[in-house]
C-alpha cells in the first residue's frame, strides 16, 4: 500500500483554508455555532487524523433550521418565477464546476474515494443533476380533466410544491446524494433542510456556501451536521416539515417511516441493496469479467446498488470467477489522495469492523476468499477487495448488505432458476445482466424485481434516469421527472360554470 506523502497530491490552497477552520452550521443564511456549543471531528479514513471539527447540531438547531427553511418558503422562495428558480440552478452548478477540484479533493479527504474518481463522477454527476433539475422548474405543469358529472364544470389540477423538506443523507457520495436530493427539492419550489452523515460533512457545507453566492435566499437551503440519533432523528420527528427524503440503511429507513408519522409527512426512501449481477452463458466473457469487478468494487462497495451477488452460468463459472479474483488481487489500494490508488480506505472504523465482520461470518458458514478476505494494513480502514465463492444461499454474507467490497459467486444452470435466485432477497435496487442474446435480456429484464437493470453495463447513472427500489431498497424513485412528482402535491380545482 503507498502512503508516503511524497505520493499525495497537494492540497488546493482552498482545501487547505476551509479544514483550518471549525466548520459551522447554514441556517438561514447565516454560518453560525451549534447552540448547543458542541462540535465533533470528521477523520481522513486513510490515516485517522483529524481532518476538521464540524459545528455539531441538535434539535434545538434543527428547530431554528426549519423555521428558517418555513420563513423562506412562506417568503422570498414563493415569490419566484420558474425561470428566476432555472437561473438560480444553473448558476450554482456553473459555481460547482468551476470548484470541481477542491470539491474532489474535499471528497477524497472525507470519504477516502480515489481524487480521480471524485473528479470524474462525483462532480460532474452533482454538476449535470443540477443543471438538468434546472430545466424542470418551468415544465411542471397540471392537466385539464373532461368531468363525467357534467358539461358544466373546467376541472384542473395545480402542482404545488411539498412545502418544507428534511433530506438525511449517507455517506459513500456524499456530494452526490446531496444534489439528487437538493436538485429536484427546489426545482419543484421546496425549501430544505439538509443533514449530511456526520463521517461526511465537509462537501455539503462547502456546497452551502455557494448557494449565497448564486443569490439563493437566505434560507431556502439549511445545512445542519450532526448525528442519526440526534440531528437525524429530530428532523425526521419534526412537525412542521411537510416532508423526508431519506436514503441510507433499510433498518434506519424504517426508524424515518416511524418518526414521520407524528404529523404524516411525506417520506420517500432509498436504501440498502444486495443487487443481482447475472452473467448469461453467451456473454462475452472479458467484458462480463470487467463489467463484474466494477459492479462490486467501484466506490470499495460502498454502493447501494453493489452488483454484490453474482450468478455465473455453470460453463462460464470458473473462467468468471478467476478473472474477477484476478482483478481484484492486482487494485492498488492507498490513500484516496496518491494518484496511483485505485481503492481507498472504507470510510470508518465502524465500516471497517462491519465488513470484517462478515468476512469472518462467511468463512465460519463455510465459504472460501477466492481472492482477499481480510482487512489490508494496520492503518486506515481498508479491507482487501474479496471474492466469496463455495456459499449457500442462507449465509449472511449472501442475505445481508455489506456495503463493501466483497462479491460472492454462484454458480447457476437456466434462466428460470438465475431469476428466482436473483429475486431471492428482501432488496431489489439493482441488478446487472450480461448477455449477446437480446431476447434473453428483454425477459430476464422484465422478471427481476429491481428498480434499475443494467444490461451489458453496470452503475451508469443519468439525471433523467428514475433510480430507487422496489421491496425494501426503498419508496419512489429520485432522477428524471419521476423525482419531481416526489417534491409536489397535486391539486385538482373544479369549477362550476
Ligand atoms: P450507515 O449505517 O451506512 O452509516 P445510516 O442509515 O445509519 O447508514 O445513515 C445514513 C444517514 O442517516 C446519516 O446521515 C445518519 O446520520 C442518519 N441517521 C442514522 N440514524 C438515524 C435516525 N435514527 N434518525 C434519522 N437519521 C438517522
Given at each position: 500500500?503507498?502512503?508516503?506523502?511524497?505520493?499525495?497530491?497537494?492540497?488546493?490552497?482552498?482545501?487547505?483554508?476551509?479544514?483550518?477552520?471549525?466548520?459551522?452550521?447554514?441556517i438561514?443564511?447565516?454560518w453560525?455555532?451549534?447552540?448547543?456549543?458542541?462540535?465533533?471531528?470528521?477523520?481522513?479514513p486513510?490515516?485517522?487524523?483529524?481532518?476538521?471539527?464540524?459545528?455539531?447540531?441538535?434539535?434545538?438547531d434543527?428547530?431554528?433550521?426549519?423555521?428558517a427553511?418555513?420563513?423562506?418558503?412562506?417568503?422570498?422562495w414563493?415569490?419566484l418565477t420558474?425561470?428566476?428558480?432555472?437561473?438560480?440552478?444553473?448558476?450554482?452548478?456553473?459555481?460547482?464546476?468551476?470548484?470541481?477540484?477542491?470539491?474532489?479533493?474535499?471528497?477524497?479527504?472525507?470519504?477516502?474515494?480515489?481524487l480521480?474518481v471524485?473528479?470524474?463522477?462525483?462532480?460532474?454527476?452533482?454538476?449535470?443533476?443540477?443543471?438538468?433539475?434546472?430545466?424542470?422548474c418551468?415544465?411542471?405543469?397540471?392537466?385539464?380533466?373532461?368531468?363525467?358529472?357534467?358539461?358544466?364544470?373546467?376541472?384542473?389540477?395545480?402542482?404545488?410544491?411539498?412545502?418544507?423538506?428534511?433530506?438525511?443523507?449517507?455517506?459513500?457520495?456524499?456530494?452526490?446524494?446531496?444534489?439528487w436530493?437538493?436538485?429536484?427539492?427546489?426545482?419543484?419550489?421546496?425549501?430544505?433542510?439538509?443533514?449530511?452523515?456526520?463521517?461526511?460533512?465537509?462537501?455539503?457545507l462547502?456546497l452551502?456556501e455557494?448557494?449565497a453566492?448564486?443569490g439563493?435566499?437566505?434560507?431556502?437551503?439549511?445545512?445542519?451536521?450532526?448525528?442519526?440519533?440526534?440531528?437525524?432523528?429530530?428532523?425526521?420527528?419534526?412537525?412542521?416539515?411537510?416532508?423526508?427524503?431519506?436514503?441510507g440503511?433499510?433498518?434506519?429507513g424504517?426508524?424515518?417511516?416511524?418518526?414521520?408519522?407524528?404529523?404524516?409527512?411525506?417520506?420517500t426512501?432509498e436504501?440498502?441493496?444486495k443487487?443481482?449481477?447475472?452473467?448469461?452463458?453467451?456473454?462475452?466473457?472479458?467484458?462480463?469479467?470487467?463489467?463484474?469487478?466494477?459492479?462490486?468494487?467501484?466506490?470499495?462497495?460502498?454502493?447501494?446498488?453493489?452488483?454484490?451477488?453474482?450468478f455465473?452460468?455453470?460453463?462460464?463459472?470458473?473462467?468468471?470467477?478467476?478473472?474477477?479474483?484476478?482483478?481484484?488481487?492486482?487494485?492498488?489500494?492507498?490513500?484516496?489522495?496518491?494518484?496511483?490508488?485505485?481503492?481507498?480506505p472504507?470510510?470508518?472504523d465502524?465500516?471497517?469492523?462491519?465488513?470484517?465482520?462478515?468476512?469472518?461470518?462467511?468463512?465460519?458458514?463455510?465459504?472460501?476468499a477466492?481472492?482477499?478476505?481480510a482487512?489490508?494494513?494496520?492503518q486506515?480502514y481498508?479491507?482487501?477487495p474479496?471474492?466469496?465463492?463455495?456459499?449457500?444461499?442462507?449465509?449472511?454474507?449472501?442475505?445481508?448488505?455489506?456495503?463493501?467490497?466483497?462479491?460472492?459467486a454462484?454458480?447457476?444452470?437456466?434462466?428460470?432458476?438465475?431469476?428466482?435466485?436473483?429475486?431471492?432477497?428482501i432488496?431489489?435496487?439493482?441488478?446487472?445482466?450480461?448477455?449477446?442474446?437480446l431476447?434473453?435480456a428483454?425477459?430476464?429484464?422484465?422478471?427481476?424485481k429491481?428498480?434499475?437493470?443494467w444490461?451489458?453495463?453496470?452503475n451508469?447513472?443519468?439525471?433523467?434516469?428514475?433510480?430507487?427500489?422496489?421491496?425494501?431498497?426503498?419508496?419512489?424513485r429520485?432522477?428524471?421527472?419521476?423525482?419531481?412528482?416526489?417534491y409536489t402535491?397535486?391539486?385538482?380545482?373544479?369549477i362550476?360554470?
Amino acid at each position: 500500500m503507498q502512503t508516503e506523502s511524497s505520493t499525495l497530491v497537494a492540497r488546493s490552497p482552498q482545501v487547505t483554508e476551509f479544514l483550518s477552520k471549525p466548520r459551522k452550521l447554514l441556517i438561514g443564511g447565516k454560518w453560525v455555532e451549534a447552540k448547543s456549543g458542541k462540535t465533533f471531528k470528521t477523520l481522513d479514513p486513510a490515516t485517522g487524523e483529524v481532518l476538521a471539527h464540524v459545528c455539531e447540531a441538535d434539535a434545538a438547531d434543527i428547530d431554528e433550521a426549519v423555521k428558517a427553511a418555513r420563513a423562506a418558503f412562506n417568503g422570498p422562495w414563493s415569490k419566484l418565477t420558474p425561470s428566476q428558480r432555472s437561473r438560480l440552478l444553473w448558476k450554482l452548478a456553473d459555481l460547482l464546476e468551476q470548484h470541481t477540484e477542491e470539491f474532489a479533493q474535499l471528497e477524497s479527504l472525507d470519504n477516502g474515494k480515489p481524487l480521480a474518481v471524485a473528479r470524474i463522477a462525483d462532480v460532474p454527476l452533482a454538476v449535470d443533476n443540477f443543471r438538468y433539475m434546472g430545466g424542470w422548474c418551468s415544465k411542471i405543469e397540471g392537466n385539464t380533466i373532461p368531468l363525467s358529472a357534467g358539461n358544466n364544470f373546467l376541472a384542473y389540477t395545480l402542482r404545488e410544491p411539498v412545502g418544507v423538506v428534511a433530506q438525511i443523507i449517507p455517506w459513500n457520495f456524499p456530494l452526490l446524494m446531496a444534489v439528487w436530493k437538493l436538485g429536484p427539492a427546489l426545482a419543484a419550489g421546496c425549501t430544505v433542510v439538509l443533514k449530511p452523515a456526520e463521517q461526511t460533512p465537509l462537501t455539503a457545507l462547502r456546497l452551502g456556501e455557494l448557494f449565497a453566492e448564486a443569490g439563493f435566499p437566505d434560507g431556502v437551503v439549511n445545512i445542519v451536521p450532526g448525528f442519526g440519533e440526534t440531528a437525524g432523528a429530530a428532523l425526521a420527528a419534526h412537525p412542521d416539515v411537510d416532508k423526508v427524503a431519506f436514503t441510507g440503511s433499510t433498518e434506519v429507513g424504517k426508524l424515518i417511516v416511524k418518526a414521520a408519522t407524528g404529523n404524516l409527512k411525506k417520506v420517500t426512501l432509498e436504501l440498502g441493496g444486495k443487487s443481482p449481477n447475472i452473467v448469461m452463458g453467451d456473454a462475452d466473457v472479458e467484458v462480463a469479467i470487467a463489467g463484474a469487478a466494477h459492479a462490486i468494487f467501484f466506490n470499495h462497495g460502498q454502493c447501494c446498488v453493489a452488483g454484490s451477488r453474482l450468478f455465473v452460468h455453470e460453463k462460464l463459472f470458473d473462467q468468471v470467477v478467476e478473472g474477477v479474483a484476478a482483478k481484484a488481487k492486482k487494485i492498488r489500494l492507498g490513500h484516496g489522495m496518491d494518484s496511483g490508488t485505485q481503492m481507498g480506505p472504507l470510510v470508518s472504523d465502524e465500516q471497517l469492523a462491519r465488513v470484517t465482520d462478515f468476512l469472518n461470518s462467511g468463512v465460519s458458514e463455510g465459504a472460501r476468499a477466492a481472492a482477499g478476505g481480510a482487512r489490508h494494513g494496520a492503518q486506515g480502514y481498508f479491507v482487501q477487495p474479496t471474492v466469496l465463492v463455495d456459499v449457500q444461499p442462507h449465509m449472511k454474507v449472501v442475505r445481508e448488505e455489506i456495503f463493501g467490497p466483497v462479491v460472492t459467486a454462484h454458480p447457476f444452470k437456466t434462466l428460470d432458476d438465475v431469476h428466482i435466485a436473483a429475486n431471492d432477497t428482501i432488496y431489489g435496487l439493482g441488478a446487472g445482466i450480461w448477455t449477446r442474446d437480446l431476447s434473453i435480456a428483454h425477459r430476464l429484464a422484465a422478471k427481476v424485481k429491481a428498480g434499475t437493470v443494467w444490461v451489458n453495463c453496470y452503475n451508469v447513472f443519468d439525471a433523467a434516469m428514475p433510480f430507487g427500489g422496489y421491496k425494501q431498497s426503498g419508496w419512489g424513485r429520485e432522477m428524471g421527472h419521476n423525482a419531481i412528482d416526489l417534491y409536489t402535491e397535486t391539486k385538482s380545482v373544479c369549477i362550476k360554470l
